[in-house]
């Protein structure tokens, strides 16, 4: 392909305005956090200043469309006033989630990073997904779509509103994810290592369980429900503040050979 390229014409969805872009532009220096989101059919970015939300855009873009993710981002950041000298590192969702879209947001962070010399920070999918969801007497089960029937999964709690893992991530068909829910039994037959006692009215979302809807229906009968709507939808700026946490924890930035989270092997 030859010719001037344009940013793909994908209705964004943008959090900020020019009050952000003056405040980003008034800032200088390297004081921003650019987080990428590319696990999914939604894909975003944000830009956290410090603690203050500068910008975060998503769209929804095809798998073979997420080659042109650098230019919509090159193209979103120009337009917001934010050059790649402002920042101070770049966080990526990990997994796990689509193979091919995890290795394009996985290799741009890599590359940007590389190019500038900052730290790359790695937050997991699922826990995003969990991010900021209100304090609640539910468990909480995001889930990413794994193909072949099956999706990926993980069970939080946020009662107290800090967010607490239950479950780590695993992989379950349908019939495996009804029965872990209802049965308290993890995939394998082991007996979950927590004092949060299974079962409990659980929210179930994401892409695995809008793909496995119609053979998890039976959940719904014990309490448990799908949901849909803005709040459960992964975005960009809950990478941004799970790196930002890890950056005050004092934790190291990812190593250069980091590789995505699949938690599955994929034939090709």
């Known amino acids: 392909m030859t010719g001037k390229q344009t940013p793909p014409s994908f209705p964004p969805r943008i959090a900020g305005g020019n009050a952000a872009k003056n405040s980003s532009r008034a800032a200088g220096g390297k ?11 939604t894909v975003s970015f944000a830009v956290l200043d410090e603690d203050r939300l500068v910008c975060e855009v998503l769209t929804s873009l095809a798998v073979q469309q997420k080659d042109s993710f650098p230019l919509w981002i090159s193209h979103w950041l120009n337009e917001i006033g934010i050059s790649m000298g402002q920042l101070m590192g770049v966080a990526v969702s990990i997994g796990p989630g689509s193979f ?25 999918t699922l826990k995003a997904m969990a991010h900021g969801i209100p304090a609640t007497n539910h468990l909480l089960c995001p889930t990413t779509f794994a193909r072949k029937g099956e999706c990926y999964a993980a069970l939080y709690s946020n ?10 991530p ?21 007996t979950p290592q927590h004092d949060d006692p299974l079962p409990r009215p659980t929210w179930i979302w994401g892409e695995g369980a809008l793909a496995l809807q119609q053979d998890i229906e039976p959940l719904l009968e014990k309490g448990h429900s799908i949901q849909r709507g803005d709040i459960f939808l992964l975005r960009a700026s809950a990478i941004a503040r799970l790196a930002q ?8 930035p990812a190593a250069p050979d980091l590789e995505p989270y699949y938690l599955k092997s994929f034939s090709r």
């Open 159 to 168: 009662v107290s509103g800090e967010l607490q893992e239950v479950e780590p």
């Open 245 to 252: 946490a890890q950056i005050a924890d004092g934790d190291d």
């Open 31 to 41: 004081a921003c956090l650019l987080a990428l989101e590319t696990s999914g059919k």
């Open 170 to 190: 695993f992989v379950a068909d349908a019939g495996t994810l009804v029965e872990h829910l209802t049965a308290n039994r993890l995939p394998g037959g082991d």
């Open 100 to 124: 091919t879209s995890l290795r394009v947001g996985m290799s741009l962070a890599k590359g940007i990073c590389l190019a500038r010399n900052i730290p790359l920070w790695a937050v997991p």
